[in-house]
């Protein structure tokens, strides 16, 4: 027996009823999704309907498949403006819990700085880059031979005991200066001239730290091999580094001294910067302030080095980085240098 027409219509009716209820319960896009293939998908509930055509009457079919046609054109409306509301809702709901408050306090940066010796180093480079000098590194681990033998220190020297060191093995060291970097960079370039070189790094010693001693400190070291370097040459060096560091008024003086690697050697003193050479607490009343050790390079220091001192000669100077800092900055601990505290080193601003 074919379902009758009326029967087929209130069929088609009740579809609707559970169909636009369902649609309109749907909870997201998804769940939407799955409706629209259960009741308009090619195997639907709707193809279900239509595929009791050919079972009706003639006369009674183009009135049931336009009934079908017009339940499938609703329900795609209902269902493309359910999906709609569904995503506009959770665009809003993601635009609310992605929200920034604009006006809410925002979180403190602490901006650093340049620590005070990287910027007196590089202040330093400055000045002997602009006479044509050029930048020499060397390792921190050093051969007994570069840091002592060929700078005119052999084993039993005296000179061994002012430089108490750190030994890794019998031949090898933690640098206790710079001035090994010359030997290795003598050894490189020899016999060609002129060799210009300044060396900054870290050196060691082993002395108790205090407020002027540290284990581990900075020096920088200069060096100029080439023909006829002579005496004044330093000097003139020393007091044109003297004036751009510490300001043009400075004036130096050189005091006899000894080192095993230069001869003749000096002790090297500027003006007091803090008080001008009039005297006071920074200079302990004198005007003067000791800022390096420097001296015509040892003829036996030349040769170890590759040159031949009857040709070339040079001079060597080598400084303390801290001691420099701490004149600049006012600073009367060098400890303040390495607690990397951010409040000490913000409070040092470029010289
Ligand atoms: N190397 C010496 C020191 O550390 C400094 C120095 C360097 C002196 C070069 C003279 C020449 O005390």
């Known amino acids: 027996m ?5 029967a087929l219509k209130a069929e088609l009716e009740s579809v609707r009823t559970k169909a636009v209820q369902e649609i309109d319960a749907a909870k997201t896009p998804e769940a939407v999704e799955a409706l629209r293939v259960r009741y308009l998908g090619k195997k639907g509930v709707l193809a279900g309907l239509m595929s009791h055509l050919r079972a009706l009457p003639a006369e009674a079919r183009p009135s049931f498949g336009q009934a079908v046609n017009a339940l499938r054109e609703a329900l795609e409306d209902q269902i493309g403006a359910r999906r709609a509301a569904l995503e506009a809702a959770a665009l809003e709901a993601r635009l609310q819990a992605e929200a920034i408050d604009v006006t809410l306090p925002g979180e403190a940066l602490a901006p650093g700085a340049r620590h005070p ?7 330093i480079e400055d000045i002997f880059i602009g006479m044509g000098y050029r930048i020499a590194e060397g390792p921190d681990v050093e051969w007994d031979t570069y840091n002592f033998e060929r700078l005119n220190i052999p084993k039993d020297h005296p000179a ?18 710079t001035s090994p970097v010359q030997v290795r960079e003598m050894l490189a370039m020899a016999p060609r001239t002129p060799l210009k070189i300044i060396c900054p790094g870290n ?20 060096l100029v091999v080439g023909e006829g370097v002579r005496m004044s040459d330093l000097k003139g060096t020393l007091e044109q580094f003297a004036r751009r560091l510490f300001g043009e008024e400075t004036k130096i003086r050189l005091r006899p001294s000894y080192f095993p690697f230069t001869e003749p050697s000096a002790e090297v003193d500027v003006t007091c910067s803090a008080c001008g050479g009039t005297g006071c607490r ?3 009343w004198t005007g003067w302030l000791e800022v390096l050790g420097a001296g015509m390079v ?7 080095g590759g040159y031949d001192p009857r040709r070339v000669s040079g001079f060597a100077f080598g400084l303390g980085v801290e001691r420099i800092a701490m004149i600049k900055y006012g600073v009367d601990d060098i400890r303040q240098f390495y607690v990397n505290d951010a409040r000490v080193l913000r409070s040092f601003v470029a010289c």
Do not use: N, W
């Not at 074919?2 to 009326?6: A, H, T």
């Open 2 to 6: 074919p379902p009758s027409l009326e």
């Open 117 to 123: 010796l990287s910027q007196v180093i590089e202040a």
């Open 160 to 177: 061994r005991d002012m430089q108490d060191s750190f030994y890794l093995t019998d031949e090898m060291l933690l640098r206790t200066h």
């Open 203 to 222: 050196v060691y010693r082993r002395d108790t730290d205090d407020a002027t001693h540290s284990h581990m400190f900075t020096q920088i070291e200069g």
């Open 282 to 284: 920074v200079c302990k």
């Open 298 to 304: 040892h003829p036996k220091v030349l040769e170890a």
